[in-house]
């Protein structure tokens, strides 16, 4: 059984800081578990473009408000506590926070640990691992 709290991992290598967010990556690859689980804060103010190339997610937002535009179609939809959206096909998205967004994301494959966006919005495949 593994056994985390938000609070021990915010204050270990776990915690990542990509700018405009931060993401406490409480289940990794390592992990053995399929799947990757963050919670993630979208900072109020801010605009994120990302493209996850190499990765599907899911996202719930359980505090704060923003937006989340799909690039192909421009199509914008709200994000509030109680939404979750799903990026099923790869989506390259803009993700915008009105409010800090404390958003809880599932990640597959799992990531490694120390993943930030590149130029392109993109996690690559195969970043350097968190060391316990």
Not at 3 to 10: D, G, I
Request: hydrophobic residues 35%; aromatic residues 8%.
């Amino acid at each position: 059984m593994i056994v985390r709290t938000l609070e021990e991992c915010k204050n270990s290598s776990r915690a990542i800081d990509g700018g405009n967010w931060e993401s406490v990556r409480m289940l990794l690859k390592d992990d053995n578990m399929g799947f990757s689980f963050h919670i993630t804060t979208i900072f109020a103010g801010t605009e994120t473009p990302i493209h996850y190339q190499n990765h599907l997610e899911s996202v719930y937002c359980m505090q704060g408000e923003g937006e989340i535009e799909t690039v192909e179609d421009g199509k914008i939809y709200q994000i509030r506590p109680g939404t979750l959206y799903i990026l099923d096909k790869h989506d390259k998205h803009l993700l915008r926070a009105t409010k800090d967004m404390h958003m809880a994301c599932v990640f597959n494959p799992p990531l490694n640990g120390k993943e930030v966006h590149d130029e392109n919005g993109v996690y690559a495949l195969e970043a350097e691992t968190i060391e316990d």
